[in-house]
């Protein structure tokens, strides 16, 4: 027999979409009666991204991106992924951040019992995607917690600035270089939040609002190498 999605845990993700759909209808009742193409527009954004965060199906986290694409698919001329994102983001925003709070509050079971894929267990409510969105965030979270225990333990070891030294040079910290290279390493990862290009580096697929791009340490550290004192 599959196994189900734990009680509790369905009961919070239903929850949360609850939540999604009573702000999705706050928004639509909000635009002015006039603007009925705007309202159409919305209720058509609102009912894709309500199908693609679902759990009795695969869910999907609807950006702009995924959206367009949908709606292409029923209508060829859909709204724009730009117009999408000028106008109707708020809509967006909602379903977004609900797959998010689905995804945060994933019991660690659910990512670590591997005969409990979307695959072997349909009936579970989980999809790729969030398993996808899981890997991701915990290989940002330990891309930081290493970092972190890098930087203790450079701390703990470095050797003291000898006393003969100028009053600037004694003040300094040691900087942490490993930081920099480990982040430097981490930007050619398919997680990374980062893709080099010719001209630099620029903000992958893999971003969302809000992200970190740069730890903390990492940017201390790159401030300690161009001599910039906070």
């Known amino acids: 027999m599959k196994k189900k999605m734990d009680r509790g ?20 009742a ?7 193409i705007a309202i159409g527009n919305f209720k058509m954004i609102y009912q894709i991204c309500a199908d693609l965060v679902s759990l009795d199906r695969p869910a999907r986290r609807p950006d702009y991106d995924v959206v367009a694409t949908y709606g292409a698919r029923i209508r060829a001329d859909f709204i724009a992924k730009q117009t999408i994102k000028n106008r109707y983001r708020k809509m967006t925003r909602v379903w977004c951040d609900a797959f998010d709070k689905i995804v ?5 079971q659910a990512w670590t019992d591997f005969s409990r ?11 790729a995607d969030i398993h996808k969105e899981v890997v991701r965030r915990l290989w940002i979270e330990n891309t930081r917690l290493r970092a972190d225990q890098k930087q203790r333990t450079d701390s703990e070891f470095a050797e003291r600035v000898p006393d003969n030294t100028s009053d600037d040079t004694r003040d300094q910290e040691p900087i942490n270089v490993d930081a920099i290279r480990e982040w430097v390493t981490s930007v050619g990862h398919p ?9 630099g580096l620029k903000l992958n697929e893999n971003v969302r609002y809000g992200m970190i791009v740069m730890d903390f340490e990492t940017f201390a550290a790159i401030r300690a190498v161009a001599g910039v004192r906070t």
């Open 191 to 199: 997680q990374s939040l980062l893709s080099s290009t010719e001209v």
């Open 30 to 36: 909000s635009e002015p009666s006039s603007c009925e």
């Open 117 to 127: 894929t979307p695959i072997m267990d349909r009936g579970s409510g989980l999809s």
């Open 104 to 108: 945060d509050g994933q019991p660690l």
């Open 9 to 28: 845990e369905r009961q919070r993700c239903e929850g949360i979409i609850a939540r999604a759909h009573e702000l999705s209808k706050a928004l639509i």
